[in-house]
């Protein structure tokens, strides 16, 4: 079965330009979390989707937007992008049809450079 | 609020050495708790996890952990440390359907 999937590996924009990062979860799964990676903060939670629905959210400005879509694959979109936004973006996707004790499958990432 | 801490941004072992990578969690409710791996420029990989049952999970390449419920600790150990083994290690956990609680990471240095 293949896994998680991103879309692009790499990227480089401007500061104020926007962006959007796509993610196929592993087939069968229905929830999508993103996640924001840097150095200095570590891996912070952004939101979860399931069954096209925003579940939880973590504490970013509304400038970081995500959707998903009936085949579960989910995007994330950054609005104004800013220099704190260079990152490695990650993807992770689980069943969601058993509760908590449920393991994400992380992607192996999109990183973005804002110049 | 739910946090989980990770002591030691660092660990550096010698090859064939003991690892201990330490995970504590505040939280009054016994949370799932997960430890994942990553290596340079990849996204993680789950190591093992703990849900219920047995408190000494057994995971991949060897890594086990024990959860403790009176020390809210979830450490993660190997006996024998290989030099694959360096990479960053997180701690994570979930309560019910709420999101995951990442820690810092623990870069783990393999000297040969």
Not at chain 1, 21 to 34: A, F, K, N, Q, T
């Given at each position: 079965?293949a896994g998680v999937t991103q879309t692009p590996r790499y990227l480089i924009k401007t500061r104020g330009q926007q962006v959007t990062l796509s993610c196929s ?66 993807c992770a996707s689980s069943l969601a049809a058993s509760g908590a004790q449920e393991t994400q499958y992380f992607g192996p990432g999109t990183r973005l450079l804002?110049? | ?112």
């Amino acid at each position: 079965k293949a896994g998680v999937t991103q879309t692009p590996r790499y990227l480089i924009k401007t500061r104020g330009q926007q962006v959007t990062l796509s993610c196929s979860p592993i087939s069968g799964h229905r929830s999508v979390s993103w996640y924001q990676q840097t150095p200095g903060q570590g891996l912070q939670f952004l939101f979860e989707y399931f069954s096209e629905t925003q579940r939880n959210k973590g504490n970013f400005p509304g400038r970081f937007s995500g959707r998903q879509f009936s085949n579960s694959r989910s995007e994330m979109n950054v609005s104004t992008l800013e220099l704190g936004d260079s990152a490695l973006y990650l993807c992770a996707s689980s069943l969601a049809a058993s509760g908590a004790q449920e393991t994400q499958y992380f992607g192996p990432g999109t990183r973005l450079l804002v110049l | 609020a739910q946090s989980v801490t990770q002591l030691g941004s660092h660990v550096s072992v010698s090859e064939g050495a003991l690892v201990l990578l330490r995970c504590n969690y505040s939280s009054s409710v016994p949370p799932y708790l997960f430890w994942y791996v990553q290596y340079p420029n990849q996204g993680l990989q789950l190591l093992l996890k703990y849900t219920t049952g047995a408190t000494l999970v057994k995971g991949i390449n060897g890594f086990e952990a024990e959860f403790k419920k009176s020390e809210t600790s979830f450490h993660l150990t190997k006996p024998s440390a290989h030099m694959s083994d360096a990479a960053e290690y997180f701690c994570a956990v979930r309560y019910n359907f709420n999101k995951f609680y990442f820690g810092s990471g623990t870069k783990l240095n393999v000297k040969p």
